[in-house]
């Protein structure tokens, strides 16, 4: 099943199963990046949060005007902080950001059980590598993948280029079939 990108520079559709790392600046907007992504040629969505809260992820889906009702959003970081929660069939809950067992779990799950063209956007790859170290990172990210190339998905993962080097941005990279990245003044290069 092929899927349809709204992203400048980047092919027309790629393939289920890829897994595309957007690298932006650390105070970059990608909110626009993200929405666009989920909601083109999307039957339902998960956003994996480790950098904010369901209800901030929830006020960005409501205000980009992307279609709530396809929406699943997993917070990784009410838990932790100790805010209220409350787990619902459209919000989940892990305890922290380097839960990687359960942010796993949880997105086998959504895929298992939804149907049609499924999207996730991890954001971030950075809180995660702030709680966790790069291998325990990176082997989450190849779980992850592996169930997008299972459940024919596709993934956005964000890094935020200020806070790494280039050579962990360089791991990083090849481990994706696509990185767009994304500049300061908005412009983005795309290499698939």
């Given at each position: 099943?092929?899927?349809?990108?709204?992203?400048?520079?980047?092919?027309?559709?790629?393939?289920?199963?890829?897994?595309?790392?957007?690298?932006?600046?650390?105070?970059?907007?990608?909110?626009?990046?993200?929405?666009?992504?989920?909601?083109?040629?999307?039957?339902?969505?998960?956003?994996?949060?480790?950098?904010?809260?369901?209800?901030?992820?929830?006020?960005?889906?409501?205000?980009?005007?992307?279609d709530e009702s396809t929406a699943t959003i997993l917070d990784a970081l009410s838990v932790e902080?100790?805010?209220?929660?409350?787990?619902?069939?459209?919000?989940?809950?892990?305890?922290?950001?380097?839960?990687?067992?359960?942010?796993?779990?949880?997105?086998?799950?959504?895929?298992?059980?939804?149907?049609?063209?499924?999207?996730?956007?991890?954001?971030?790859?950075?809180?995660?590598?702030?709680?966790?170290?790069?291998?325990?990172?990176?082997?989450?990210?190849?779980?992850?993948?592996?169930?997008?190339?299972?459940?024919?998905?596709?993934?956005?993962?964000?890094?935020?280029?200020?806070?790494?080097?280039?050579?962990?941005?360089?791991?990083?990279?090849?481990?994706?079939?696509?990185?767009?990245?994304?500049?300061?003044?908005?412009?983005?290069?795309?290499?698939?």
């Open positions: 099943m092929d899927y349809t990108l709204a992203i400048d520079g980047a092919p027309e559709t790629v393939p289920g199963g890829t897994g595309i790392l957007l690298i932006h600046p650390s105070t970059g907007e990608t909110d626009r990046v993200d929405t666009d992504f989920l909601s083109t040629d999307t039957d339902h969505f998960l956003v994996v949060s480790t950098r904010t809260t369901a209800r901030e992820v929830s006020q960005k889906i409501e205000h980009y005007e992307v902080r100790g805010y209220t929660r409350r787990r619902s069939d459209d919000v989940r809950y892990v305890s922290a950001p380097d839960d990687f067992d359960g942010i796993v779990a949880e997105t086998r799950e959504f895929l298992s059980n939804h149907d049609g063209k499924r999207r996730i956007s991890v954001d971030s790859l950075t809180e995660m590598l702030y709680y966790a170290d790069e291998q325990q990172t990176e082997a989450a990210i190849d779980r992850l993948l592996e169930l997008l190339g299972e459940h024919d998905a596709v993934g956005l993962f964000h890094l935020a280029r200020g806070v790494h080097d280039e050579d962990r941005l360089d791991r990083f990279r090849s481990l994706f079939d696509g990185v767009i990245e994304l500049e300061t003044d908005g412009s983005m290069t795309a290499s698939f």
